[in-house]
């Protein structure tokens, strides 16, 4: 119960910011995560998409945007959020290859075609 009310504050909280400063790319990204992690994937895609306008060349933001697509069934929308992530610079194989997020796409060959590129050399 406590947990649930303090992510209920947490999240009003930094909705409350956002109202002041809709571009406060911070709140945006930190929302999009509180949103996720407690089941609003509508929401935290809704502030992914918002992060990738105001920061495209944020590699993490792509890579974000990937698990919300991923995390909403949208494979092919996910797997093209997840090569511009790369093609930014994101390079966390270990975290990409066992993201739960990500677990839609595991087995498919764009992803694991993706994984290969990353994958650190023996």
């Given at each position: 119960?406590?947990?649930?009310?303090?992510?209920?504050?947490?999240?009003g909280?930094?909705?409350s910011?956002?109202?002041?400063?809709?571009?406060?790319?911070?709140?945006?990204?930190?929302?999009?995560?509180?949103?996720?992690?407690?089941?609003r994937?509508?929401?935290?895609?809704?502030?992914?998409?918002?992060?990738?306008?105001?920061?495209?060349?944020?590699?993490?933001?792509?890579?974000?945007?990937?698990?919300s697509l991923?995390?909403?069934?949208?494979?092919?929308?996910?797997?093209?959020?997840?090569?511009?992530?790369?093609?930014?610079?994101y390079?966390?194989?270990d975290?990409?290859?066992?993201?739960?997020?990500?677990?839609?796409l595991?087995?498919?060959?764009?992803?694991l075609?993706?994984?290969?590129?990353?994958?650190?050399e023996?």
């Amino acid at each position: 119960m406590a947990k649930e009310r303090d992510a209920a504050f947490e999240t009003g909280f930094f909705e409350s910011v956002l109202r002041r400063t809709p571009d406060y790319a911070d709140v945006v990204e930190i929302l999009g995560g509180l949103y996720t992690k407690h089941g609003r994937i509508a929401d935290g895609l809704r502030m992914d998409r918002k992060l990738v306008k105001l920061q495209p060349a944020n590699a993490t933001a792509h890579y974000n945007l990937a698990c919300s697509l991923a995390l909403s069934k949208r494979q092919a929308d996910a797997l093209r959020s997840l090569h511009r992530a790369v093609e930014l610079g994101y390079r966390d194989f270990d975290w990409m290859s066992q993201d739960p997020d990500l677990e839609v796409l595991r087995q498919h060959p764009g992803f694991l075609s993706l994984l290969e590129t990353l994958k650190p050399e023996s």
